[in-house]
């Protein structure tokens, strides 16, 4: 598997993080207080 199938598997996990968060399912408080604080890449 090439560069390009790495990044998009990191996208799209991501992604399913994102959703994750905004929904709040699936993440404990402390998680979603952690992330709020991540700064963005």
């Known amino acids: 598997m090439g560069e390009t199938s790495v990044r998009e598997?990191?996208?799209?996990?991501?992604?399913g993080d994102d959703a994750r968060r905004s929904i709040g399912?699936?993440?404990?408080e402390e998680e979603?207080?952690?992330?709020?604080?991540?700064p963005p890449d």
């Open 9 to 15: 598997a990191i996208r799209l996990i991501r992604q």
């Open 25 to 28: 399912i699936g993440a404990t």
């Open 32 to 38: 979603i207080q952690q992330a709020d604080f991540d």
